[in-house]
């Protein structure tokens, strides 16, 4: 059965980093794009950035460029979203998602696979 699990997650103050991870079991990882998106209360759910199968391909939403990287190891079925300089507006619940388009910018309804998320609070 394939299954995503997102984690990583938690509170953090502004300016500080966070790791999210999304580790993938069930299916022939390597094959497929995988998007992290997030969704904060009231609003839609965003692409934030994305990876296709190889790597070779990255994209990132322009409210996040240059602040996050996104990476994925193959040999642990592992794509990461390393956070930095996290600002209030960045807390959501991000969601992992397989098997869609690495564009610009990554649409939900691409992906067919998604994880449970895991929440980022930024507070002081």
């Known amino acids: 059965q394939l299954q995503l699990v997102e984690s990583g997650g938690g509170l953090v103050q502004p300016g500080g980093s966070l790791r999210l991870s999304c580790a993938a079991s069930g299916f022939t990882w390597e094959y497929y794009t995988i998007g992290w998106f997030r969704q904060a209360p009231g609003k839609e759910r965003e692409g934030v950035s994305c990876?296709?199968?190889?790597?070779?391909?990255?994209y990132y939403a322009d409210s996040v460029k240059g602040r996050v990287t996104i990476s994925r190891d193959n040999a642990k079925n592992t794509v990461y979203l390393q956070m930095n300089d996290l600002k209030p507006e960045d807390a959501a619940v991000y969601y992992c998602?397989?098997?869609?388009?690495?564009?610009?910018?990554?649409?939900?309804?691409?992906?067919?696979?998604w994880g449970q998320g895991t929440q980022v609070t930024v507070s002081a």
């Open positions: 990876i296709s199968s190889s790597g070779a391909t990255t």
């Open positions: 998602a397989a098997d869609g388009y690495c564009d610009a910018p990554p649409h939900p309804y691409d992906f067919s696979y």
